[in-house]
């Protein structure tokens, strides 16, 4: 047998002991056979032993060694990996100084950026108010005060009512309300604007189609539709 291409010369490359032939063969059963007759140590069913060619005289079966490994390359292989930043120690050393000179030069910049740090700089002390010699003294006009500007107009008219508003105006609303039919049922009269009036003030105005005021704002419009419907 040829020598393969790479492996050194002089040494015969291993060959097996036994080579054996397979029966082809559909049967599960007679697989099985066959492997307990392997396992037992014999030929099994089917197959037939093949005689090996004679080694060469003065060849060796022996295994082949792998070369052994350098010290160096192992010790490469064996170094701790740094678990920082995945720099080594002099790539550190190199950073931190980096790092201390930025800072040192930032410093430096911001102090000659303070205000009053060059040389030559004097404070000087604000002019007084108090007239010296015989000056006049200087009279400051009184604050005239300002006309505050009018209250701008409720929009939905005078005498509006919304949520929050209490009183007298608001229990004649309550009354007028349960006057008509399913829009303030069961309704409290107490005089007071809560949440449960503003629906029903809203509820009289999509009902009725009434436009002018706001959604549950008791206003103008809403007003004059309420009194039509309820009389004096």
Request: glycine share 12%; net charge negative; charged share 25%.
């Amino acid at each position: 047998m040829s020598t393969p291409p790479g492996r050194p010369e002089g040494r015969r490359p291993l060959e097996p002991t036994r080579v054996v032939r397979r029966r082809r063969t559909e049967s599960l059963a007679q697989l099985m056979r066959e492997h307990e007759e392997a396992m037992a140590g014999g030929i099994p069913e089917g197959y037939e032993s093949v005689p090996l060619p004679r080694p060469a005289p003065g060849a060796e079966d022996v295994t082949q060694e792998l070369p052994p490994v350098s010290r160096r390359r192992h010790a490469e292989r064996t170094e701790p990996v740094d678990q920082g930043f995945g720099f080594g120690p002099n790539l550190r050393r190199a950073a931190i100084a980096v790092a201390v000179s930025a800072a040192a030069l930032v410093g430096f910049g911001s102090a000659l950026l303070l205000p009053g740090s060059a040389e030559g700089d004097e404070v000087r002390p604000a002019p007084s108010a108090t007239p010296t010699g015989g000056a006049a003294p200087v009279v400051t006009p009184a604050a005239v005060p300002t006309p505050s500007a009018p209250a701008a107009a409720d929009p939905d008219g005078d005498g509006t009512l919304r949520e929050g508003a209490s009183g007298p105006e608001v229990t004649e609303l309550q009354q007028r309300l349960l006057r008509i039919p399913d829009v303030y049922t069961n309704g409290a009269t107490n005089g007071t604007y809560d949440s449960t009036l503003t629906e029903a003030v809203a509820r009289f105005q999509l009902w009725y189609g009434i436009r002018g005021d706001e959604t549950g704002v008791y206003g103008n419009d809403t007003r004059k539709d309420l009194e039509s419907r309820t009389g004096s």
